[in-house]
């Protein structure tokens, strides 16, 4: 089934046969992964990145693929979603950002680093959402694209 989508790529190849997503780290030094890291490192202007991981995962990518074609393409926006802790970062890789199982009582979404950053309190990562303009709420009409390990100038 996995070979019907469709997959990046600049994705590593990974079996996924006994785990649902990969975390890969890209390397600022890799000819293979400098343009993916320059653009993804941009949003974090004020902002030291420690890593950057691109997120790996067939099922939600394939979903997330499959509900664009279905609203008929709509534009794609980015959005920026702290965590406080590994668990949330487990979880928000496992059930696509989903904020009820985030114990969230609404989801964070953010339009800019800034503002993903003032909720992150100690845990220094933020997951990068790209997400269908309109239609970001609905479980499919996102998907999680990174994870940024980040450190403030100071």
């Known amino acids: 089934m996995l070979e019907a989508v ?3 790529s600049e994705w590593a190849v990974k079996s996924y046969n006994s785990k ?4 890969v780290e890209l390397c600022k030094c890799s000819t293979h992964d400098i343009d993916e890291y320059v ?3 941009n949003h974090f202007d004020d902002y030291n990145v420690v890593k950057i991981e691109r997120v790996q995962n067939p099922y939600q990518y394939g979903k997330y693929l499959l509900y664009k074609l ?4 709509p534009l794609e926006v980015i959005y920026f979603m702290p965590l406080e802790d590994k668990e949330q970062l487990q979880t928000a890789l496992r059930f696509n950002c989903d904020y009820r199982r985030l114990g969230h009582s609404r989801d964070k979404f953010f339009g800019s680093v800034s503002t993903a950053v003032s909720y992150c309190a100690s845990y220094k990562k933020i997951v990068i959402v790209q997400a269908l303009r ?3 709420t609905h479980d499919a009409g996102r998907y999680p694209k990174y994870v940024v390990t980040y450190e403030t100038y100071r």
């Open 70 to 73: 279905q609203k008929d393409n």
């Open 20 to 23: 649902p997503y990969y975390l």
């Open 39 to 41: 653009q993804v490192e």
């Open 134 to 136: 309109n239609y970001f």
């Open 6 to 8: 469709p997959l990046p």
